[in-house]
T-cell receptor, first 110, second 114 residues
Framework: SQKIEQNSEALNIQEGKTATLTCNYT??????LQWYRQDPGRGPVFLLL?????KEKRKERLKVTFDTTLKQSLFHITASQPADSATYLC?????????FGQGTELSVKP | DTGVSQNPRHKITKRGQNVTFRCDPI?????LYWYRQTLGQGPEFLTY????????KSRLLSDRFSAERPKGSFSTLEIQRTEQGDSAMYLC????????????FGPGTRLLVL
C-alpha cells in the first residue's frame, strides 16, 4: 500500500533562518502532492500543490520541490517567523482522497 | 464563503453510547470527505461523497460507523456502541468537482470516549 513519511522529529530553528521539511513516499506515483499547515486543535489548511511535471513551486516565502525519481518532496519556508510554528503535513492524492504523512512539527524561536 | 463547519466541536461520551457528528461543507462543493486523526498522526481517510452518493469507504470504517449525505449538502457521521479506541479528532473536508484537488477542512470534532 502507499506509504508517505515525514521527519518524525520536531524541527527547531531560529527566526530568520530557512526551514526545510522532507516528505518521502513509496509504492505510488502521484500526479500531484499537496502541503498543508495544521495548528493545534484545528483542521489542516491548504498551502501548496505541486504537479508531477513541475519541479518547483513558490508562494511568497514558501517553496516546494517535487522529485519523482527520488519520490521526495521538500518544503521550504524562508525568513521563518515565530508565526510559522505549526505542524506541516504532506499529502498525496489518490482517487480523490488524500493520504497524509504523519506531519512534522516546526518551532521557530525568536 | 463561510468555510466548512462541524458540530459539535467537542464530545465526551461513555463507552457503548452512540454519537453523531454533523458537517456543513462549503456551499456548491460537490465532494465531502471524512477523516480521523489521532495524536501525533496525520489524518486518515474514512469515506467520501460526491453529492449524495457515498463513493468510497476505508477499511478503517467498521460496521459501527455510518455516514450519510442525504440531500448532497450536509453530512452526518454516526458511531454506534462507541469504544475507547474511537477517541480521536474527526475532520470533515469539502472540494469542488471536477478538477479541484484542494480540500478545505473544517475545525474538527474531538471525541473522547470514557
Amino acid at each position: 500500500s502507499q506509504k508517505i513519511e515525514q521527519n518524525s522529529e520536531a524541527l527547531n530553528i531560529q527566526e530568520g533562518k530557512t526551514a526545510t521539511l522532507t516528505c518521502n513516499y513509496t509504492n505510488y506515483s502521484p500526479a500531484y502532492l499537496q502541503w498543508y499547515r495544521q495548528d493545534p486543535g484545528r483542521g489542516p489548511v491548504f498551502l501548496l500543490l505541486i504537479r508531477e511535471n513541475e519541479k518547483e513551486k513558490r508562494k511568497e516565502r514558501l517553496k516546494v520541490t517535487f522529485d519523482t525519481t527520488l519520490k521526495q518532496s521538500l518544503f521550504h519556508i524562508t525568513a521563518s517567523q515565530p508565526a510559522d510554528s505549526a505542524t506541516y503535513l504532506c499529502a498525496l492524492v489518490k482517487g480523490g482522497k488524500l493520504i497524509f504523512g504523519q506531519g512534522t512539527e516546526l518551532s521557530v524561536k525568536p | 464563503d463561510t468555510g466548512v463547519s462541524q458540530n459539535p466541536r467537542h464530545k465526551i461520551t461513555k463507552r457503548g453510547q452512540n454519537v453523531t457528528f454533523r458537517c456543513d461543507p462549503i456551499s456548491e462543493h460537490n465532494r465531502l470527505y471524512w477523516y480521523r486523526q489521532t495524536l501525533g498522526q496525520g489524518p486518515e481517510f474514512l469515506t467520501y461523497f460526491q453529492n449524495e452518493a457515498q463513493l468510497e469507504k476505508s477499511r478503517l470504517l467498521s460496521d459501527r460507523f455510518s455516514a450519510e449525505r442525504p440531500k448532497g449538502s450536509f453530512s452526518t457521521l454516526e458511531i454506534q456502541r462507541t469504544e475507547q479506541g474511537d477517541s480521536a479528532m474527526y475532520l470533515c473536508a469539502s472540494s469542488l468537482m471536477p478538477g479541484q484537488e484542494t480540500q478545505y477542512f473544517g475545525p474538527g470534532t474531538r471525541l473522547l470516549v470514557l
